[in-house]
């Protein structure tokens, strides 16, 4: 791309000048080529390339991706291998190639640690030597010219190896750190530590050799130190020099140049590098008083300090550059620090700096300072002849990598360019504030992000060469009509200063008249030149002239525009980016207007068809997810309603990865962008079964371009939607590129988006590719098999009208017919307990709390059928107990009477309305609108076979729960025992005089008998009664749903009144409980259930009324006429106890 | 087992089978909802209902006491409630209060009254009452952002008063929200206000919670589980309908791919996943409170 090559590092444009560049990616270890042209960045995804003289062309990219954070990555600094660079990937460091291509860059991966590798060196002397150290706690030292195993290996046991370094002077010499200490290793010296240095509090982070003075060595630690050491003076156990701070130290080295060292902490620090002379003159002067300093400790008194990153610096770099075969010492230094906050910053010295480390310059040199080529490996390499012998050159390793594709260059370009900002003065800190147009690489990200419409087929900002096609209202014939255009734009290096005007080509082309161009090419000269003489940035008036618009040649005006992007990212709207926009804005395919240049751009567009059309059209905003494709609900029977797609997967591997946080959408605030790593988590594995899924429905759509289309094609007249779904959809593709790089720019983008909806129309056809249609299958299976509850069971479990054991019994046989054994075991000893229970007299109670007592046993059945979340069971066994409790009463006289007419109760008409008249109003309304749906709804019962009688138990099912409301009410009075008296008394006349006394004083207050008469209350612990009335409502609604309704009444009818009775006996708190559960069930179907009065039973004998009847107007409760009359002569208060005196509110002869 | 192929002309999203058992209501990218009778072994297609100007996501059946009543929710922002009457469906309501995508859809339970909970890529849940014919104002509740994937109602169930007798019980109304802010959220009504608030948020997805489910079975917990584009499924879960929530991961390893649904049985909690590989797994807690398989269905 780059024509001109810049082969002297005293050409390049960026030397002394600060540059911030914008990497994201979650980049995690950096790398600068010797010549100090390239750095390299690695993350998961692999390695970029930057030029760092042409930072606006894009990195190149070496993709490898892998789950595992790459720890560290070097570049080779000897002048015979300037093309290696070492990455590690967990437990294996892999040498690159970079004169190879992309794809088959890799030519080594060392292997020989078992834990991930954390620290890699070059030997300084031998090109071939390095040294990797891990977490296994060996250190190894590996020739590469055999790569199969390392020629040295040492560990000390004990702790991982931090970081391993070789000695500058001496190449047998290497060090390395571990937890705390600092080992010296000799090659020659086999696995004995020539040295440890002992003295640090807590972990090395970072250790460096001095360059000058061999047997010096510097050691940066957590604890906050640096700490400096001679391992071979006499008393080694001790620093020579500690140096506190405030912060935990990540890394320190000694300056490439004169005396000094840099630290960067870890955390904390204000995120800067600090720049020590390592002689601190004035330390002793300034710390008389501190005496532990005065020998060999001070503080951190840095000479300068470089403030900048919003993020912990990750690692800094030193970049220089010297003249050729000089033997004075010229070398100039610029600092280069990557930082979490994804940028990449290059810091220009000022001399005086130079001083102040004592680093004289321009002294005569005893040797020659090494010669590097001054040569970028930006480029992608095309390499025909290693292609040929792939075969034994490739590494057989199984990389779990894509590494294997062609085509690197796929970041996407412009969003490259808005990352990269560069400065002249040496202010970076007013340099990464402002937002000002800077040069053309930022003018250049400006337009593209704010014309989505236009295409940028190249963008080259160091030689100024753009080529961009967009559609303009061109046309002579018809001025509506847009026409396809394709216009090169040469910008001069000095743009946009006076005199140095772009110059604009048109392509040929059969719409557009010769005249209609001319006009054109004069105009945009025109715009250029008033701009660029007034010293203005004029590419966006020059767009929108073209894009037909109207341009403003005063240049007032164009000023107090804002042509900058960042403002607009604080305006981002999201309403108004999620709704659909319906304009007709339809897009135009540019394969033909891709012709076949050899340039990278249209290349990658050639082969990722899916990412061209770059900012072709607009984009919207949209986090709707990924449709499912399947899925799985249950039915209430207990089978699984499943729907697949038939498609088939490879489908979907075209798909692309693209991870956005949530982060990512919420930063407004552009200036300081989130340092959040994108590509965290384990999302990548490369294989064909877990490739990663999109997200967001729109890229499903970018993903399945071919099918989304084929689809509109099939299936679509009105294709408005889907155009735009379609526009926009691509656009994301386009943004989003491929797996790389998802900037957190993107808000950005967006809100210029959305400013310029509508601004541009163009003309467009959409094709379709194929018309395939999805499959897809629906499949009702079977599952109820897994379930414990059994509809069987349900049908034929025997709930009421028998003894209790005699139920339990029954049930067994009925559970062990259907091979249920362990629910079958359940039931027969249930039913022996039982048995012995209604056997044994007075005495046995007392055993029921023993370990084979019937109270034991149901406590730890109903126990373990919670567990197995058997509601069926767990009701049943509920209901039986119910049952005993009401056969219990049976030989009591008293219960029987009571018993009896509670059973006969059941079908009480009640209504709330009076009941509750706390009950608000909406609560009412609502029961009326359902009541009228209902209605509706049983017009439609000829679909549904049972509509009609479900409906109706329905309404009959909540009649218990008002029984119960009933009964609560009554115990508003002071004694229970009174009240059930009084009850009895005035409902069975005939018993009352002769029995109710006798009971009511004698055996009530004995606590024994009582014990005997309530059996249930030991048979059940009270704290489960009210579970138990959970459970049964539940198992109700079940038996309701297999269509089992009147099941459902049986088991309503005895389990609930006979809990619930005896709940009102027990406890007063679990009584009002019930009642306000019931009470909201109840409230929502009175309506419905009042309208047929047939179900009504008289309040007084309880039978079904039918004739002629007696309602009393205030609490709607009913009376068989006859039984009324002989009420009323009796009481004064409504026979069913809600304590309405009835007679005196309204006529009785309603 | 029933089986019906190439239902619709796109992707299908959701199916739904109403409270008997007896329909089959389908929905599907190609805009469409389908109704089907099932009877047994047969099917037969009863009715396209074509209104939707965007994929159907979500289809809801009404409890039948309120007549034939099905609610669903689209790309295109809306919820359109349609009703059968004598065998012919029309729309009788259509909400669209959302301007985003409403990507679930879910009738209270019927003792709440006719009462939609709408979720949607705004952001934001809606709970639309319906009142004799007439809609009340939604309430709209900003509940994760960047948008909403999921919302369900929590079974009918009441506010445990034992130590003050005295005070009635309350009814607690609640659902629970899964978003792209990767959280699961918890809300509840509040009787005085009329108005539902945050009660609690669960974290722990680490990637957008795809669907939430709160199991129907009011046994001594309740159960949630939450799924997530995480390729993980957690069940939250809470004794007595107070305290807090439980975590548990239903497999310490991840899933083969990313979660889309949960569902759980009527009755039993069996829970159904499905997600990303095309595939159905059923889990079953065991005695010792984990989950382990108990199922699977390919297609």
Redesign the interface.
Same mark, same amino acid.
């Given at each position: 791309m780059s024509i001109h090559h810049k082969d002297n590092p005293y050409q390049s444009s960026t030397f002394g000048k600060s540059l911030s560049l914008k990497v994201d990616g979650g980049f995690n270890a950096i790398s600068i080529n010797p010549s100090a042209r390239d750095v390299v960045l690695a993350s998961r995804q692999g390695l970029y390339i930057i030029d760092l003289d042409d930072p606006f062309s894009p990195p190149r990219w070496l993709r490898h991706e892998t789950p595992w954070q790459v720890a560290d990555v070097q570049w080779s600094p000897h002048p015979a291998k300037p093309y290696w660079v070492v990455s590690t990937s967990n437990q294996k460091a892999i040498i690159w190639n970079l004169t190879r291509s992309s794809s088959n860059a890799i030519e080594y991966a060392l292997h020989g640690h078992s834990r991930a590798i954390t620290d890699i060196n070059f030997n300084p002397q031998e090109p071939d030597i390095l040294a990797t150290c891990s977490v296994d706690t060996y250190v190894h030292a590996w020739d590469l010219r055999s790569p199969k195993r390392p020629f040295y290996s040492t560990s000390p046991w004990r702790s991982s190896a931090s970081q391993v370094k070789w000695n500058f002077k001496d190449s047998n010499i290497l060090a390395s750190s571990h937890g705390n200490n600092i080992f010296i290793w000799d090659l020659r010296n086999g696995s004995t530590p020539l040295s440890k240095l002992e003295g640090h509090q807590s972990s090395v982070n970072s250790i460096d050799f001095n360059r000058s003075r061999s047997s010096e060595i510097m050691s940066s630690s957590n604890d906050g130190t640096v700490k400096f050491w001679d391992y071979n003076s006499s008393d080694n156990s001790k620093s020579n020099k500690t140096v506190q701070t405030d912060f935990p130290i990540w890394r320190g080295r000694y300056l490439p140049f004169g005396d000094g060292y840099c630290v960067m902490p870890m955390v904390g620090g204000d995120n800067s590098v600090y720049m020590m002379n390592l002689n601190c003159p004035t330390e002793e002067m300034d710390n008389p008083e501190n005496t532990r300093a005065s020998s060999n400790s001070s503080r951190l008194q840095p000479i300068y300090t470089f403030k900048g990153h919003s993020d912990r610096v990750i690692d800094f770099l030193w970049r220089s550059r010297h003249s050729y075969d000089t033997m004075v010492d010229d070398r100039e230094f610029e600092l280069v620090t990557w930082s979490k906050d994804c940028t990449l910053k290059l810091w220009p010295l000022a001399d005086i700096l130079y001083d102040k480390v004592n680093f004289e310059r321009n002294k005569r040199l005893e040797e020659k300072l090494p010669n590097y080529e001054y040569i970028t490996y930006n480029r992608e390499v095309l390499d025909s002849l290693n292609s040929n012998d792939n075969d034994y050159k490739r590494i057989k390793e199984n990389f779990v990598t894509t590494s294997g594709l062609k085509n690197m260059n796929n970041v996407n370009h412009l969003n490259w360019l808005s990352g990269v900002r560069m400065n002249d003065q040496h202010s970076p800190d007013n340099l990464f504030e402002q937002p000002k147009l800077h040069n053309l690489g930022e003018e250049v990200s400006a337009i593209g992000h704010q014309f989505p419409k236009v295409v940028f087929e190249k963008i080259s900002v160091s030689t100024g060469e753009i080529l961009l096609t967009l559609n303009g209202p061109w046309s002579e014939i018809n001025p509506d009509e847009y026409i396809f255009l394709r216009i090169e734009i040469q910008v001069p290096p000095k743009y946009p200063n006076k005199g140095h005007a772009p110059k604009f080509k048109i392509e040929e082309n059969n719409n557009l008249t010769d005249a209609k161009k001319s006009e054109m090419l004069n105009k945009l000269n025109e715009i250029g030149k008033i701009y660029t003489d007034a010293g203005l940035y004029c590419l966006e008036q020059c767009l929108h002239y073209l894009l037909g618009e109207k341009v403003s040649m005063d240049l007032e005006d164009s000023i107090n525009e804002p042509l900058f992007y960042l403002d607009g990212a604080d305006s981002i709207n999201?309403?108004n980016l999620?709704?659909?926009s319906d304009s007709n804005e339809t897009i135009e395919s540019i394969e033909s207007s891709l012709d076949s240049d050899n340039n990278i751009f249209s290349d990658s567009y050639r082969e990722h068809p899916e990412a061209r059309n770059t900012f072709g059209r607009n984009l919207e905003f949209?986090?709707?997810?990924v449709?499912?494709?399947?899925?799985?609900?249950?039915?209430?029977?207990?089978?699984?309603?499943?729907?697949?797609?038939?498609?088939k997967k490879s489908a979907k591997k075209v798909k692309n990865i693209f991870k956005l946080t949530?982060d990512n959408?919420?930063i407004k605030d552009d200036t300081i962008a989130d340092p959040r790593v994108l590509f965290d988590?384990d999302q990548v594995k490369g294989s064909d079964?877990?490739e990663n899924?999109p997200?967001i429905?729109v890229d499903t759509f970018s993903g399945n371009d071919a099918k989304s289309r084929a689809?509109d094609v099939?299936?679509d007249e009105e294709s408005d939607?889907d155009d735009s779904f379609g526009s926009f959809v691509d656009d994301w593709n386009d943004i989003v590129g491929n797996d790389i790089v998802v900037r957190t720019r993107i808000p950005t983008l967006m809100g210029n988006f959305a400013k310029s909806f509508g601004s541009v129309h163009s003309e467009s056809v959409k094709t379709g590719d194929s018309s395939k249609?999805?499959? #897809? @299958?629906?499949?009702?299976?079977?599952?109820s098999m897994?379930?414990?509850?059994d509809k069987r069971l349900g049908e034929e479990y025997v709930i009421t009208n028998k003894l209790a054991d005699e139920m339990a019994r029954l049930n067994a046989l009925v559970a062990e017919k259907y091979g249920y054994e362990e629910i079958s075991h359940c039931w027969q000893i249930l039913s022996d307990l039982l048995l012995a229970e209604r056997d044994q007299s007075f005495s046995s109670f007392t055993w029921n709390n023993n370990p084979l007592g019937i109270r034991w046993f149901v406590k730890e059945a109903l126990r373990f059928f919670?567990?197995?979340? #058997? @509601?069926?069971m767990?009701a049943m066994l509920c209901c039986v107990v119910a049952n005993l409790l009401l056969s219990k009463m049976g030989p009591a006289d008293v219960y029987n009477v009571e018993d009896s007419y509670k059973s006969l109760v059941t079908f009480e008409l009640y209504d709330e309305h009076s009941t509750w008249p706390n009950d608000d109003h909406?609560q009412l309304?609502?029961a009326?609108?359902?009541h009228?749906?209902?209605d509706?709804?049983a017009?439609?019962k000829l679909?549904?076979?049972?509509?009609t009688h479900?409906?109706r138990s329905?309404e009959i099912s909540s009649l218990p729960y008002q029984t119960i409301g009933n009964t609560r009410l009554s115990t508003g009075r002071p004694s229970q025992h009174r009240k059930r008296d009084s009850t009895i008394g005035i409902q069975t006349p005939v018993y009352r005089r002769d029995r109710v006394a006798e009971i009511s004083v004698e055996l009530i207050e004995d606590e024994i008998l009582e014990t005997f008469k309530n059996p249930v209350r030991d048979i059940l612990d009270p704290e489960d009664v009210k579970?138990c009335q959970?459970?049964i409502y539940?198992y109700a609604?079940?038996l309701f749903?297999w269509?089992l309704p009147y099941k459902r009444v049986e088991l309503l009818k005895v389990s609930i009144k006979a809990i619930s009775q005896h709940l009102q006996r027990d406890s007063?708190?679990?009584d009002?409980?019930n009642r306000?559960?019931n009470n909201?069930?109840e409230i929502?179907w009175v309506s419905?259930y009042a309208e047929d009065k047939a179900v009504g039973n008289c309040n007084y004998c309880n039978l079904k009324i039918t004739g002629s009847m007696y309602v009393c107007g205030s609490c709607q409760h009913m009376l068989h006429t006859r039984c009324a009359k002989e009420w009323w002569a009796m009481g004064n208060e409504c026979p069913s106890g809600c304590g309405c005196h009835c007679p005196n509110q309204y006529d009785r002869s309603s | 087992m029933v089986s019906i192929t190439n239902a619709h002309n796109d992707l299908i999203h959701d199916a739904v089978l109403d409270y008997y058992g007896k329909r089959l209501a389908t929905c599907s990218s190609d805009k469409t909802i389908k109704i089907y009778e099932v009877d047994g072994e047969n099917h037969r297609l009863i009715d396209t209902l074509v209104g939707h100007e965007g994929p159907v996501w979500r289809v809801d059946w009404a409890h039948p006491k309120f007549g034939s009543i099905l609610a669903s929710c689209s790309y295109d922002g809306k919820v359109i409630v349609w009703k059968e009457e004598n065998g012919k469906w029309s729309q009788i309501a259509t909400h669209a209060v959302h301007s985003a995508s409403v990507n679930s859809v879910q009738w209270a339970p019927h003792e709440y009254g006719v009462m939609l909970l709408a979720a949607s890529s705004d952001g934001k849940v809606s709970i639309i009452e319906f009142k004799e014919g007439r809609t009340s104002t939604p309430i709209v509740i900003d509940a994760h952002t960047i948008g909403v994937n999921s919302a369900c109602w929590a079974p009918v169930c009441y506010e445990d008063v034992e130590s003050d007798s005295s005070k009635p019980t309350k009814e607690l109304r609640r659902f629970v929200t899964g978003g792209a802010d990767n959280l699961v959220k918890i809300w509840k009504y509040d009787n005085d206000t009329q108005l539902y608030a945050l009660e609690d948020t669960l974290n722990g997805h680490s990637d957008w919670v795809r669907d939430v489910a709160w199991s129907p079975s009011v046994l001594l917990r309740s159960y949630i589980a939450s799924v997530s584009q995480d390729k993980t499924c957690v069940i939250w879960s809470q004794e007595n309908n107070k305290g807090p929530w439980k975590k548990t991961e239903v497999q310490q390893e991840k899933f083969p791919d990313v979660l889309w649904r949960a569902s759980w049985s009527l009755s039993g909690n069996i829970l159904a996943l499905s997600g990303g590989d095309n595939k159905v797994t059923l889990w079953k807690e065991n005695l010792t409170g984990n989950w382990e398989p108990a199922g699977e269905v390919q297609q």
């Open positions: 999201f309403d999620s709704s659909l949209d986090s709707t997810p449709p499912n494709e399947c899925g799985a609900i249950w039915t209430p029977s207990g089978q699984l309603l499943c729907f697949f797609s038939s498609e949530k959408l919420m988590g079964v877990t899924r997200k429905y689809t099939t299936t939607s249609i999805t499959k #897809n @299958i629906i499949l009702i299976k079977d599952f897994l379930f414990q509850e919670e567990k197995e979340n #058997n @509601i069926q767990l909406s309304s609502g009326n609108t359902i009228s749906r209902s509706s709804f017009k439609s679909l549904n076979s049972y509509d479900s409906i329905d579970k959970l459970y539940q609604k079940l749903r269509g007063f708190g679990v009002d409980l306000v559960n909201t069930i929502k419905s | -």
